[in-house]
């Protein structure tokens, strides 16, 4: 109990400032996905059960504050974990900051179209009544939000490596 009682405070502070914080900020700003950046650090860097665990969590959470129909941002979360774990798995084995930023980067992309996806097909299937209109605005949100998640991982993993040794790059002597 001691050992998952600060986790899910975290998870709760993290849920907190992503429903009522990030929503109020300007423009740019509002477009943050403080949580995304959370589990793609934890599935890349820490553990990925964890990542799952946390993503699963955070989707249900998140549905529960939507619009859209409920399970739409879980489906959505879920089959992007499932993406950027298989990414991670096959093509970049390695835990450093480049494939961090790559994989958050490959996150907000496939997030975002697996996302308008389900939401359109739910429309046209009559299950939700939520239209996404696909203007270029759309297109702009999610550049800012691939600009945005980038400095987030630049600031997880320069925390992690001032407080860890976990993260410190080591050269191999020939």
């Known amino acids: 109990m001691k050992r998952i009682f600060p986790k899910v405070l975290v998870f709760l502070f993290l849920l907190l400032v ?3 914080i990030i929503p109020n900020l300007p423009y740019p700003m509002n ?7 959370v589990v793609i650090f934890l599935l ?4 990925q059960k964890t990542g799952i665990l946390w993503a699963l969590c955070f989707g ?14 879980t489906l959505s979360i879920m089959l992007t974990i499932l993406l ?3 990414f991670f798995t096959i093509f970049f084995t390695n835990k450093s ?3 961090l930023l790559l994989l958050a980067t490959l996150w907000i992309f496939s ?5 308008l996806a389900l939401t359109t097909a739910s429309y046209f299937l009559g299950i939700s009544s939520y239209e ?13 939000q691939g600009m945005l998640i980038i400095p987030l991982e630049f600031l997880f993993w320069y925390g992690v490596n001032m407080m860890s040794k976990r993260l410190k790059i080591v050269f191999l002597k020939q």
Not at 111 to 115: C, G, S
Not at 132 to 144: A, D, H, M, P, S
């Open 31 to 37: 477009l943050l996905h403080v949580p995304f950046a």
């Open 111 to 115: 997030y975002n179209a697996v996302f």
């Open 60 to 73: 249900v959470f998140l549905d529960f504050f939507s619009f859209e129909g409920f399970g739409i941002k």
């Open 97 to 99: 900051f480049y494939t």
């Open 132 to 144: 996404i209109v696909l203007t270029k605005q759309v297109f702009i949100n999610i550049l800012w």
């Open 44 to 47: 890349i860097v820490y553990d």
């Open 18 to 20: 992503h429903i009522s």
């Open 84 to 86: 950027i774990h298989t």
